[in-house]
């Protein structure tokens, strides 16, 4: 049972380095993941490997099934998620192939992605005020430290609904508000990772300036420069992943604890049954 999961955005399709690999198509109530979970060995652990946008990028950030993705690794017993995606920088001194481990998330989709368990029948509120695991976060970073890369500890991602890419006045505007990076996918994933008590770390690969800089972006350049990115989180990934210490539960694993609003004596118990990976635990 795989108790890591990384979930692989733009570039990164495949996890080098594991071994006895299977595929495993998992059923959710939210209908298919983006793509079968790859579970292979990576040293003695056993490591689950999910590409975001599917093999082949077939998914826009919008169309992300990502409560199927969640779910899924839930169900396999997923305690760890190390997220990997691609931004742009909002500020000078975080430069493209450069990494971030950002710490906060800024929410800027329209609402047109479904971004929570709860429904009708059962509702709850889970505290997503870090929204990373600052446990996780840590050993992200420091695998980072190990290999050589340039990477930033900590730091805003916002969040932006897609798939064009921001107008310069509003890539101006989020610089106003301090934001340090900007991508698409991180909603609602990072949400709906905290509802399923799984602990979740983002790896933050820059890709360009956006376009608030004076330095023209190019589509090579970007390719480029995410190429040699994908190059360097394998690299984290290599590092990281064999040796992460998960005896220690962390509080991630209880934030639905004190979550649930429904009376037990009330609650519709077909969406618990539905739910039963999410939050079977706090009615058995």
């Known amino acids: 049972?795989?108790?890591?999961?990384?979930?692989?955005?733009?570039?990164?399709?495949?996890?080098?380095?594991?071994?006895?690999?299977?595929?495993?198509?998992?059923?959710?109530?939210?209908?298919?993941p983006s793509d079968?979970?790859?579970?292979?060995?990576?040293?003695?652990?056993?490591?689950?490997?999910?590409?975001?946008?599917?093999?082949?990028?077939?998914?826009?950030?919008?169309?992300?099934?990502?409560?199927?993705?969640?779910?899924?690794?839930?169900?396999?017993?997923?305690?760890?998620?190390?997220?990997?995606?691609?931004?742009?920088?909002?500020?000078?001194?975080?430069?493209?192939?450069?990494?971030?481990?950002?710490?906060?998330?800024?929410?800027?989709?329209?609402?047109?992605?479904?971004s929570t368990f709860f429904e009708k029948g059962l509702v709850g509120h889970v505290a997503v005020a870090d929204p990373y695991c600052k446990e996780l976060s840590v050993e992200v970073y420091k695998a980072a430290v190990e290999t050589g890369v340039d990477v930033h500890k900590g730091g805003t991602y916002v969040c932006i609904e897609g798939p064009t890419f921001s107008t310069r006045a509003e890539s101006h505007s989020y610089r106003h508000f301090g934001f340090d990076i900007i991508g698409m996918t991180g909603i609602p994933e990072a949400k709906l990772a905290r509802e399923a008590e799984i602990a979740y770390a983002n790896i933050s690969l820059v890709t360009d300036y956006d376009v608030w800089h004076t330095e023209d972006v190019s589509v090579e350049v970007v390719l480029k420069t995410m190429s040699e990115n994908i190059s360097k989180a394998k690299k984290i990934l290599e590092a990281l992943l064999p040796k992460l210490n998960i005896k220690k539960e962390c509080s991630c694993h209880t934030a639905a604890k004190y979550a649930i609003q429904t009376s037990k004596n009330t609650v519709d118990k077909n969406i618990v049954k539905k739910l039963e990976h999410i939050v079977g635990k706090y009615f058995n």
């Open 36 to 114: 079968s979970v790859m579970i292979g060995k990576m040293g003695d652990r056993e490591i689950a490997f999910l590409p975001r946008h599917g093999r082949g990028h077939l998914y826009l950030p919008s169309e992300v099934p990502y409560k199927a993705n969640i779910y899924a690794l839930k169900k396999l017993g997923v305690k760890y998620i190390v997220a990997v995606t691609a931004v742009g920088s909002l500020k000078e001194g975080i430069k493209p192939g450069e990494f971030v481990i950002p710490d906060q998330i800024f929410d800027r989709t329209k609402g047109i992605r479904p």
């Open 1 to 32: 049972m795989p108790e890591i999961a990384v979930i692989g955005g733009s570039g990164l399709y495949n996890l080098e380095g594991l071994t006895d690999i299977r595929e495993e198509k998992v059923e959710t109530p939210f209908g298919a």
